[in-house]
């Protein structure tokens, strides 16, 4: 089952980069949840480098302030794992990877802990933010162990990649 699930999001990330290159768009990832595993999909395929243009992994809130300019207010208020943080991570990343067209950002609670009544394990929010365009942000829930919320996440994350840039 775990090889299926690997040969198809592999399949899928040749699509992004496929769709990338044809739009002439760069790409740069900012992940919590999925500890780089986006990244690692898109840049396993050979010439990934012409459209990737890197990622970020902030898995801590420390690290999303400094790094990725989320706002503390924002962390206080809406929690990391809210899709107000999504968007700024994505936004963040655009700013760190200035060749960059094409942003997506991850933040969830994989488990088997962390989770709450409010928000619990496989809750992830996510975010594509294309240049000056409006975001698309959305909340999802996952259900499995942390593996499967983890390539989960990754799966829906190249869903809206490619739902963006259609």
């Known amino acids: 089952m775990a090889d299926q699930v690997t040969a198809a999001l592999n ?8 769709i990338l290159r044809q739009q002439g768009e760069r790409l740069v990832t900012a ?9 690692a999909f898109l840049t396993a395929q050979a010439g990934s480098s012409d459209v990737v243009e890197g990622g970020l992994v902030t898995y801590s809130n ?34 760190c990877a200035e060749e960059a067209t094409i942003a997506i950002a991850v933040t969830g609670i ?11 394990v496989g809750t ?12 698309i942000h959305e909340t999802v829930y996952f259900t499995g162990d942390r593996e499967t919320v983890r390539l989960a996440t990754v799966d829906r994350a190249f869903d809206l990649v490619l739902a963006t840039l259609s």
Do not use: N
Not at 124 to 130: A, D, E, I, R, S
């Open 11 to 18: 399949e899928k990330a040749a699509r992004v980069l496929h």
């Open 110 to 120: 994989a488990g088997p802990g962390g989770g709450t009544e409010a928000k619990p």
């Open 31 to 39: 992940e919590s949840c999925t500890g780089g595993l986006i990244a």
């Open 124 to 135: 992830v929010c996510l975010c594509v933010m294309h240049g000056a365009k409006t975001p």
């Open 62 to 95: 420390s690290l999303k302030t400094s790094v990725l300019e989320v706002s503390s207010r924002t962390l206080a208020s809406q929690g990391a794992v809210s899709e107000a943080v999504a968007v700024e991570m994505a936004m963040g990343a655009l700013d």
